[in-house]
T-cell receptor, first 116, second 112 residues
Framework: GAVVSQHPSWVICKSGTSVKIECRSL??????MFWYRQFPKQSLMLMAT?????????EQGVEKDKFLINHASLTLSTLTVTSAHPEDSSFYIC????????????FGEGSRLTVL | GDSVTQMEGPVTLSEEACLTI???????????LFWYVQYPGEGLQLLLK?????DKGSNKGFEATYRKETTSFHLEKGSVQVSDSAVYFC???????????FGKGTMLLVSP
């Protein structure tokens, strides 16, 4: 099946710094990518939808100035957590849609962010 | 709005026991239904799916049938293995460009 890769898998940073997470579709072109956040023992919460070449669409309650999303090419989307704080510590997962069919997404392995 | 409700876990079973994880949904129209599995430290993987009523999705010994009359998509396996220990997410998607709505996930722990 289609492969989506995230990098880094783990990142620890100091409070106030910015962290960039990359999401790549390795064997297909992804017009649309999605970013999720997963708190412990909770489900995935959609943060934003990332469309290649245009601005991301953020879900209600997600700070667009804090979570910067860039989808510069059909195979790469990045999430930058700016001025990170301990409450931003979470598991961030990206996914990409294959083609234009109904709902089938392929997920990256996730990136665990710990802010000290 | 659309929603997915799963049974709370953890579900603890011995190897070779039968598994059922309940999932019900609320949605307008005719959503597609999915089960995703998340192994420890990994991202989600599609386990199976069904796109219309009465469809049965199956993979790796797991099955789920799309029941529109009961708005359910329960996950079943006749004989679980230790390697099945993971978190299982039920999800739905509308047709077109929409994304997935997930349930909260159910942790399955299988002991030898």
């Amino acid at each position: 099946g289609a492969v989506v890769s995230q990098h880094p898998s783990w990142v620890i940073c100091k409070s106030g710094t910015s962290v960039k997470i990359e999401c790549r579709s390795l064997d297909f072109q992804a017009t649309t990518m999605f970013w999720y956040r997963q708190f412990p023992k909770q489900s995935l919460m959609l943060m934003a939808t990332s469309n290649e070449g245009s601005k991301a669409t953020y879900e209600q309650g997600v700070e667009k100035d804090k979570f910067l999303i860039n989808h510069a090419s059909l195979t790469l989307s990045t999430l930058t957590v700016t001025s990170a704080h301990p409450e931003d510590s979470s598991f961030y997962i990206c996914s990409a849609r294959v083609g234009l069919t109904t709902g089938e997404l392929f997920f990256g392995e996730g990136s665990r962010l710990t802010v000290l | 709005g659309d929603s997915v409700t799963q049974m709370e876990g953890p579900v603890t079973l011995s190897e070779e026991a039968c598994l059922t994880i309940n999932c019900t949904y609320t949605a307008t129209g005719y959503p597609s239904l999915f089960w995703y599995v998340q192994y420890p430290g990994e991202g989600l993987q599609l386990l199976l799916k069904a796109t219309k009523a009465d469809d049965k999705g199956s993979n790796k010994g797991f099955e789920a049938t799309y029941r529109k009359e009961t708005t359910s998509f329960h996950l079943e396996k006749g004989s679980v293995q230790v390697s099945d220990s993971a978190v299982y997410f039920c999800a739905l998607s509308k047709s077109g460009y929409s994304t997935l709505t997930f349930g909260k996930g159910t942790m399955l722990l299988v002991s030898p």
